[in-house]
């Protein structure tokens, strides 16, 4: 009976106690809010980063692939522009990526384009596309000299 008469009359002395908690909780709440919808959106910049470069890559690729029939002889690869164009298009289309192909002599360009908007913290870092370039030279190289 005493020692609960002694927890009342120490819970009564000091009226303020524990009043810090609920800032506390929602600071934290707030903190964890923001954390996750940091980890989330970052991740999906990245995501949408990655994508752009990959079809990138890939679609010069494809477009790198349409060489001449006197590659397979070890001559010049003979790029054929509207060919590597088509390629390298269509595999954009498959991937459902906007893009820009050019082709140059033995060069083939191609720039993509990926939208990427925050979910979570849209006020932060607002909607933009994220684009790769990627550049590819079809010469044939022997002993480190193109040929």
Not at 4 to 9: H, N, P
Not at 37 to 64: F, N, P, Y
């Amino acid at each position: 009976m005493r020692s609960i008469q002694a927890r009342v009359e120490r819970a009564t002395r000091n009226p303020e106690a524990g009043v810090i908690a609920p800032w506390v909780a929602i600071a934290f709440g707030i903190i964890v809010l923001f954390g996750v919808g940091l980890t989330i959106d970052g991740s999906s910049k990245i995501q949408a980063q990655s994508k752009a470069q990959t079809s990138a890559q890939e679609a010069a690729r494809a477009a790198g692939q349409q060489v001449g029939p006197d590659a397979v002889l070890g001559h010049s690869a003979g790029l054929t522009p509207d060919k590597a164009a088509s390629a390298a298009r269509a595999y954009l289309g498959q991937a459902g990526v906007a893009g820009a192909v050019s082709v140059s002599g033995s060069t083939v360009t191609v720039t993509t384009r990926v939208p990427w908007k925050p979910r979570f913290l849209s006020g932060v870092a607002g909607a933009r596309d994220m684009t790769s370039t990627q550049v590819i030279d079809t010469r044939r190289v022997k002993d480190g000299v193109p040929r």
